[in-house]
């Protein structure tokens, strides 16, 4: 392949901002062109400044501080031989222009210059920094590599201008050469490479200097081409003027349809592709098919915001042919942190375009790179999702499964990251989709993201993983079994991205009763009564298919019953006249399965469904329904209620016999009580009704007394407590109906606590 020639808009090489330095305009600084005819937004002009890095302690480190700048977003570290590699130590911070505050260390990677055969120099990664006017750089060589640090060795700093959208679902455009600004000017080819040292010029009060960039060494006019790069019959440098087509000639590559729906593509012109800086003619890969996907990130900062996406691939497509001499953009495609995909090296992005991402291997793949640095921490699901769809798209165009294994023969000698080595022309079994260390030795993608390949693999590839059924709205779930009326919703998951699902079918028994699009969580259905079993299907972008497993669902009408009608009793505990205590009773049962039992009057309260009984309370003299309502799981109901009234009896109103005193105390029923000591005197009450408790006063000093229900014993009561006790229902007894009843207290004159107080009964009718 030739040596690219380079247009530039505006031919300057000018001393600006840092002495020494070199600033190297891209023409216009003009934010962005009127709209061209066609309506899609013109080219942004990029501006590069580069500051050569004087090298110390025989040449084993570098560094840079400049508190001035011109205005730059993104910055590389560059030097003259483009083989060359950096296993040391490359750290920027930068100064926040407005704020002025210092980032960070930022880390660069070493390896990042090396991925299109003709390349003039060697760099790292392009690193996005942000808006910066400030900047300093430290470089260590570790002598693994070399002893010494490359030679040429620069900091690159570029202003990628203001706008492009970036939006939308754009059509990709192939790609568009404007020609240079003037017709007059004629590409300056010294454009990137130092200026002659003018001379010593004393500096402002206000500059630093630094080291001017050593000279480098023009490269040879026809560098050896790689085994993986295009045929010579391909036109290496079209003319300024020329227009090469984004399709495909009659005898250049055709874009076969593919197995996978195409993403939505920001294009060149979308993001603001200043054509004129790569105006040759696209390469295409020699056998016209892509064998597999070499997935990238940029190993810059993630510190961007999404409406920052085409200013980084501005950025970096500068750095790529501006800083490092390649003809275009290294990538095929690019994507930001919220999933949206930007066309990358021109050509036409459903063609077999040849990029310069993956050295020696770039002939048979097409490369994707996330923009950001993913060593620590993965890239978002957004990001994950649309380089699966783009690696689906493009595979499926050539009948590649994303997750098998392909054959791709080396177009140069090479080593991997964790040591594979191989030689020019061999053969190398490697994923069809796969990480950039696996055919090169750097840390791209980085760990966290190349930990997400498997991932990406599956969601490419299909089918649908991780599909469930989460729950049945409409039914009530008891154990693995779901009952309803007969309407349902069933919500699923699936952990799969909706993007690569074509569509959701529920299935009752087997068969499809309803679907829904690749986007959706919940169909509903109407069912049949009986047991059914119900799975959600779904479709892959590949047509693929995966069945959740089967949740069985009953549908039921049957209402639940009351086997055992609802009873209330007077309990113990302390009378209140607007509180009596009473317990419920009940048995609820169903012939599917019972979910609950609510109490609806007098107040309100659910119980589960093996609760039989409830601790409540009553007002004294007042007629009191309790209603219950039991429900099964499948939303069917029945009713049952009980009515009673609580009726206080006085203890004056009691037949006595023996020796009582009245007492009097506000704690008392009524204010009064009786009171005896005296040995078999008695107290006698009759009443109608079906439940019946003895209300007392208790201390430490109280005593005992027998009671006798209709002229029979039935208890011995001991009233002794050790806290004091007023309006305690001490005994109760209940019948299964209601009728009339004596109930006789007779005291038994305790030794040593003969006393027994009462403050009446309380019976309920």
Request: charged share 20%.
């Amino acid at each position: 392949m030739g040596r690219s020639r380079y247009i530039w808009g505006t031919a300057a090489v000018v001393s600006a901002g840092l002495v020494g330095g070199l600033v190297l305009s891209g023409g216009s600084d003009q934010p962005g062109r009127s709209p061209d005819h066609d309506g899609r937004p013109g080219p942004v002009r990029s501006q590069a400044h580069t500051a050569a890095l004087p090298t110390a302690d025989h040449g084993t480190r570098a560094a840079l501080k400049q508190e001035r700048t011109e205005p730059f977003s993104m910055l590389g570290i560059t030097w003259s031989d483009p083989a060359a590699r950096i296993t040391g130590t490359i750290e920027a911070r930068t100064r926040a222009a407005g704020s002025g505050q210092w980032s960070d260390w930022l880390r660069l990677d070493g390896n990042g210059g090396q991925g299109e055969a003709g390349a003039q120099r060697g760099g790292t990664e392009p690193a996005w920094v942000g808006p910066s006017d400030g900047v300093e750089v430290r470089v260590t060589a570790d002598g693994r590599t070399s002893d010494r640090l490359p030679a040429g060795l620069r900091l690159d700093m570029i202003d990628p201008g203001k706008g492009g959208s970036g939006g939308g679902a754009m059509e990709p455009a192939g790609y568009r050469v404007d020609g240079p600004a003037d017709p007059a000017e004629s590409p300056d080819p010294t454009e990137g490479e130092p200026a002659e040292d003018p001379g010593p010029t004393a500096p402002a009060d206000d500059e630093e200097t630094t080291a001017p960039v050593e000279p480098e060494p023009e490269p040879p006019a026809e560098p050896t081409p790689s085994s993986e790069e295009p045929t010579p019959s391909e036109p290496a440098s079209p003319p300024p003027s020329a227009t090469p087509s984004p399709s495909a000639s009659a005898t250049g590559p055709t874009a076969p349809p593919s197995t996978a729906p195409r993403p939505a593509i920001v294009s060149r012109a979308g993001w603001g592709a200043d054509e004129s800086i790569s105006p040759e003619e696209p390469g295409y890969l020699p056998g016209g098919k892509i064998k597999a996907v070499v997935v990238h990130h940029t190993a810059e900062s993630n510190n961007y915001t999404c409406a920052d996406g085409p200013a980084v691939v501005r950025g970096i497509y500068a750095y790529h042919v501006r800083q490092l001499k390649w003809k275009d953009l290294g990538y095929n495609f690019l994507v930001d942190k919220c999933g949206k995909v930007y066309e990358g090296r021109k050509g036409g992005v459903d063609l077999p375009v040849m990029g310069a991402h993956a050295f020696g291997f770039n002939s048979e793949t097409t490369g994707i790179s996330i923009l950001g640095t993913y060593t620590d921490v993965a890239p978002s699901n957004a990001a994950l999702t649309s380089v699966a769809r783009i690696a689906a798209w493009k595979l499926g165009q050539y009948g590649v499964n994303p997750a098998g294994t392909v054959t791709l023969t080396a177009g140069d000698s090479g080593r991997s990251y964790t040591g594979t080595t191989w030689a020019k022309g061999a053969k190398m079994s490697l994923p069809a989709l796969h990480g950039h260390r696996d055919n090169y030795n750097t840390q791209c993608p980085g760990n966290a993201y190349y930990a997400k390949l498997p991932t990406l693999r599956s969601w490419a590839a299909g089918p649908v993983k991780g599909l469930t059924i989460k729950s049945v709205t409409g039914a009530g779930l008891s154990g693995t079994t779901y009952y309803t009326k007969a309407a349902i919703t069933v919500n699923w998951a699936a952990t799969t991205p909706s993007a690569l699902i074509s569509k959701y079918e529920l299935l009752v028994d087997g068969k499809p009763v309803a679907t829904a699009a690749g986007t959706a969580t919940s169909a509903k259905a109407t069912l049949a009564l009986g047991s059914h079993q119900i799975q959600v299907r779904a479709t892959h972008q590949s047509g693929k298919t995966a069945t959740s497993a089967a949740a069985t669902v009953v549908a039921e009408t049957t209402a639940p019953t009351f086997p055992t009608k609802p009873k209330a009793a007077l309990r113990t505990g302390t009378v209140n006249t607007t509180a009596v205590p009473v317990t419920l009773s009940w048995k609820a049962s169903d012939d599917a399965a019972l979910k609950e039992v609510r109490l609806t009057a007098p107040t309100t309260a659910t119980y589960g469904p093996a609760t039989t009984s409830a601790k409540l309370t009553a007002k004294s003299g007042t007629a009191t329904t309790w209603s219950l309502t039991a429900r099964d799981q499948a939303g069917n109901t029945g009713t049952a209620a009980v009515s009673g009234t609580p009726v206080i009896v006085q203890e004056t109103s009691a037949t006595k016999a023996g020796t009582w005193t009245s007492k009097s105390s506000t704690s008392y029923l009524g204010g009064k009580s009786l009171t005896s000591s005296t040995k078999n005197a008695s107290l006698t009450w009759t009443f109608t009704g079906r439940s019946v408790a003895w209300l007392v006063s208790r201390a430490a000093t109280s005593g005992q007394a027998h009671i006798y229900v209709d002229g029979t014993k039935t208890a011995t009561v001991d009233l002794k407590s050790a806290t004091t006790k007023y309006r305690d229902a001490i005994w109760t007894k209940t019948w299964s109906t209601s009728a009339k009843h004596t109930i006789k207290v007779v005291v038994v004159g305790t030794s040593g606590r003969p006393a027994v107080t009462t403050d009446g009964i309380v019976y309920l009718k």
